[in-house]
């Protein structure tokens, strides 16, 4: 007799948190919220909003690193974010909690607008939630790339690549556009992933639910033994922490 063991349910598999919907909805309204204040400049909020060297290193106003990301050129440089923040704002939030998203997220977005600012013109100002969405994509393919066993590392790996170049990688320059929080996002975004998985990784390969196939010799048909269990019991509130 001969047998194999193949992945049948993993973390991925299990329901996205019931309050994804809900927090995508929210971050969305309010994205469109602050762009249609900073575009009415509503309390003068057009003026401080955005971020730039000299507004933050020199005058020390920190606060626009953050304030910055929900700020946008217009409704299609929104819209076009939006895009992608969509679908990366339910899932992140419904896997992996509140922590990793939106908390990490726009807290490490923030770190990318410093990163980014020391290279511009002092008094560019820089706007925009692109790399942050740029952090949620690479986020969730090294997400995906760890905890999707399933399938073979090389088809994982070659998803992900796909994925990454015809998502991310883009089409034509436009000089407006600052390419290297695009980066400065997705490096953040894998190397934040890893760290979460460290940190995560007993829980995360606890959902693994395995099975072993066995070939009997004759002309028998093969046997399915299960070997591991996804613990539907775990409170909804400890998985996405």
Sequence with gaps: MSS????????????????????????VFILSLANAAFHADFMGLRDLMPVSKDAFYQKH????????????????????????????????????????????????????????????????????????????????????????????????????????????LPESYKPEVSYLAHFYGFVAGVVSSFGYYALNRDRILAAIVTETIVEPDDEGPPVAEVEGRIEDDLDDDEYWH
């Design 4 to 27: 194999f063991t193949v992945v049948k349910e993993n973390w991925l598999t299990r329901r996205p948190h019931a309050g994804a919907l809900e927090l995508m909805l929210l971050a």
């Design 61 to 168: 106003e920190y606060w626009r690193a953050w304030t910055a990301l929900i700020a946008h050129a217009d409704w299609g440089h929104l819209f076009s974010n939006l895009f992608l923040f969509v679908p990366l704002s339910y899932f992140l939030f419904g896997y992996f909690g509140p922590w990793y998203f939106p908390v990490t997220g726009f807290f490490v977005g923030g770190l990318v607008n410093m990163a980014t600012i020391l290279t511009m013109p002092s008094q560019v100002d820089l706007i925009g939630v692109s790399g942050v969405v740029y952090w949620m994509g690479a986020a969730w393919l090294t997400l995906y790339l760890l905890i999707e066993r399933r399938e073979s590392v090389r088809r994982r790996l070659f998803k992900v690549l796909i994925i990454a170049v015809g998502l991310f």
